[in-house]
């Protein structure tokens, strides 16, 4: 149902006429091949639950007379079965609430599209065929486990899993050290960019770490206190201890499973909540006036020219400006080697990149009020790059003096960069005097007595003024840039809506199925207990704080990986142009509370089937 309608919202032609369309159509695709992906091995782990629950079903029908070849005919006809049923009400479902989804997605970019209902032939042939694939796999693991195991085995096949899993120290080592790796990586990243392209890796490492330190370190936690004989040998301690010792092995992946699922929930919905509801603050970011004008063209006649336009474009629409900014500038790319700047070349690793932005200081002195002067050795410098100090600035091997260092940035100044990679501003008396390669821009920002209506009218009218008068300008406005960032950030948002929901649900079956799994586990021990001598009072309290160690141990290991991945998620947010990190850090404790709330209504009602199984 969900692969059907990200499928279909991603091809559906009604979003062509939504700004960034093809970013948004991108986004979208990419969640179409995280489902399918996910449903692959979501399917693969359901299917080896049920099949091991069953082995002993099949082995009793294989030691009753029935061959190999009639079992797989039986797997064979469960699997068409189960597979049309499976398909035919995913798909009817998906067809039924793909318009509301779409409606819904609609909805967060504030777009209208006429109102119809339709069916997606490619988006049902691509499902079909996704998905025809995942259960024939599943069917081909079946049939050759069948093939493999002889009747005593698949009698057995339920009850694997009891003898006492071994220590591994190297598997535990290894976890540890990709659990700290992983950790050092968030914590330790510097820039937006390098969070970026280490991202992927800090992932993979904290994943392995996961898998490892569940399957190994718990086993090896749990071996521990088995050793510390005062704890050990007191019935509630002796009983838990020993029972999740011989669990623990198969119970691992399923609780890294929860853990991993968990935690990409909560960074998924963390996230696009911030970039969603922080959106008018990266607005005024990216565009501190109405309408903004930048221009290529920086000689004192192109400016004027450039003024003129402007002026004659408001005067014929009767729309007086008010708040008008402009000023020059002229950035650099550059490296820093041995305190001084140079110029980068072809080769230069971006990672390494500075910017140096170099402004007129009456620029500075008409935006900020003041009346500074300068010599032509001396600037004002402003930068966030903390290890950066010196009285002096040599760029290309000329030196400058620091006269003085701002504490802040200029607020009207276009300040998206400085947070992404490392940026010098810096004000001079000449900015021709600094730099030979530097990209020269003239900008100019005004606001408007006019509707959004208006905004989008004189920016167009400018443009297309500026092509007839062959100008290297460009006029953008903060009314078309909001439609590009609703279709970004509201195609994002609603992405992590999907999966988040996708993943909970995951996580939720999850849970299901090992409590489930575990009630089977312990009905014989419990029983076995009691004929011991242990009451059933004694019993479901061990039970109770057995369960919800294992069932609340994920959880605490989520909450731990996105307080260590805080950093490197903040500084991949500033890339997308988030720096309200207090926002962030409101959106990542209500998610998780609201998560938290969910996890131990689940664990409520699961624990419920798991107490009915055992008793």
Not at 279 to 308: A, G, H, V, W
Not at 359 to 374: A, H, V
Request: proline share 2%; hydrophobic share 45%.
């Amino acid at each position: 149902m969900m692969f059907y309608i990200m499928y279909a919202i991603s091809t559906n032609k009604g979003l062509d006429g939504v700004s960034g369309a093809a970013s948004l159509k991108s986004i979208l695709f990419l969640g179409t091949i995280v489902i399918g992906i996910f449903s692959a091995i979501f399917l693969f782990y359901t299917n080896s639950f049920l099949i091991k629950r069953r082995k002993k079903e099949i082995g009793l029908y294989n030691v009753l007379g029935l061959e190999k070849k009639h079992i797989a005919k039986i797997l064979c006809y469960e699997c068409i079965f189960t597979s049309a049923v499976s398909l035919t009400v995913g798909l009817i479902f998906g067809i039924i609430l793909n318009k509301l989804m779409f409606l819904l997605l609609i909805k967060m970019l504030n777009f209208k599209v006429p109102f119809g209902f339709s069916v997606s032939i490619p988006s049902l042939i691509k499902t079909l065929i996704v998905f025809c694939s995942i259960f024939f796999a599943t069917l081909l693991s079946n049939l050759f486990q069948i093939k493999i195991l002889k009747p005593i085995e698949l009698l057995k096949g339920s009850a694997q899993g009891e003898k006492e899993p071994k220590t591994k120290w190297i598997m535990t080592i290894i976890g540890v050290a990709a659990l700290c790796s992983g950790y050092g990586i968030a914590l330790n990243v510097k820039s937006p960019l390098s969070a970026l392209n280490l991202f992927f890796a800090a992932v993979i490492l904290v994943m392995i770490g996961t898998y490892a330190i569940f399957t190994a370190g718990s086993i090896a936690i749990l071996k521990f206190l088995r050793r510390q004989k005062n704890f050990y040998y007191k019935t509630g301690n002796f009983i838990s201890i020993s029972g999740m010792m011989y669990r623990m092995k198969q119970n691992a992946v399923g609780l890294a499973n929860i853990c991993i699922l968990s935690t990409a929930v909560l960074v998924m919905l963390s996230t696009t909540i911030s970039l969603y509801v922080g959106m008018e603050d990266m607005l005024k970011l990216r565009y501190p006036r109405d309408i903004i004008i930048t221009s290529k063209e920086t000689n004192k006649n192109q400016i004027q020219r450039l003024d003129e336009i402007l002026n004659a474009e408001l005067k014929n629409n009767k729309i007086d400006m008010k708040d008008k900014l402009y000023y020059t500038d002229n950035s650099l790319e550059a490296v820093k080697k041995g305190g001084k700047f140079l110029s980068v070349s072809k080769n230069t690793d971006k990672l390494k990149v500075s910017v140096i932005e170099v402004i007129p200081i009456s620029d500075y002195n008409r935006l900020e009020g003041k009346n500074i002067t300068l010599h032509d050795d001396e600037v004002i410098l402003f930068s966030k790059v903390k290890d950066y100090i010196g009285n002096t600035i040599n760029i290309d091997n000329k030196t400058f003096k620091v006269k003085q260092r701002l504490d802040k940035p200029i607020s009207d100044l276009n300040n998206a960069m400085t947070d992404i990679v490392d940026t010098y501003v810096i004000f001079v008396n000449n900015i021709d005097t600094v730099g030979k390669n530097g990209f020269k821009e003239y900008t100019i920002g005004v606001n408007i007595n006019g509707t959004n209506k208006d905004i989008l009218s004189i920016s167009d009218k400018l443009n297309k003024n500026f092509v007839q008068n062959k100008m290297k300008a460009n006029a953008e406005s903060a009314v078309s840039g909001r439609e590009g960032f609703l279709s970004l950030y509201g195609g994002l948002f609603f992405l992590g809506i999907f999966l988040g929901t996708l993943f909970l649900m995951a996580t939720v079956l999850i849970i299901y199925y090992k409590q489930i799994s575990e009630g089977y586990e312990d009905k014989e021990r419990f029983e076995i207990m009691q004929k011991v001598g242990m009451d059933k009072k004694e019993i479901r309290k061990t039970i109770r704080s057995q369960v919800l160690m294992v069932f609340f141990l994920p959880l605490v290991f989520t909450v731990i990986h996105i307080a260590f991945a805080f950093p490197m998620i903040t500084k991949m947010l500033a890339l997308l142009g988030l720096k309200n990190i207090n926002l962030f850090i409101l959106s990542t404790i209500m998610t998780i509370l609201v998560f938290a709330a969910i996890y131990t209504i689940v664990f409520s009602l699961t624990a419920r089937a798991y107490y009915k199984i055992v008793e």
